[in-house]
Nanobody
């Protein structure tokens, strides 16, 4: 059974930090790349960051230098460390599992989402 369970969202002031976690079932974690998407109200869903099983990463230009994606293979968990948060980072963040068969990250499974709100 495919399971992706996010946690760690919440309300934070501009300039603050949050760490999102996503616990995945083992069968997903061993064979899939993992990624975080976000969707703000009235905007399309966008890829924030992705990580291959081997550990190489990609980031959206808007978060480079501020966000870090990582994975703990022993815990079947992927993280998104978000620093220097801005109001425009406010969105629902989704954990995904996917592949790179087309040469770029393509999600196949989605978590339920967690709200991140950046506001003073």
């Amino acid at each position: 059974q495919v399971q992706l369970v996010e946690s760690g969202g919440g309300l934070v002031q501009p300039g603050g930090s949050l760490r999102l976690s996503c616990a995945a079932s083992r069968i997903i974690f061993n064979i899939y790349g993992m990624g975080w998407y976000r969707q703000a109200p009235g905007k399309p869903r966008e890829l924030v960051a992705a990580i291959r099983t081997g550990g190489s990463t990609t980031y959206a230009d808007s978060v480079k230098g501020r966000f870090t994606i990582s994975r703990d293979n022993a815990k079947n968990t992927v993280y998104l460390q978000m620093n220097s948060l801005k109001p425009e980072d406010t969105a629902v963040y989704y954990c995904t599992a996917g592949d790179y068969g087309r040469g770029y990250y393509s999600p196949a499974h989605w978590g339920q989402g967690t709200q991140v709100t950046v506001s003073s």
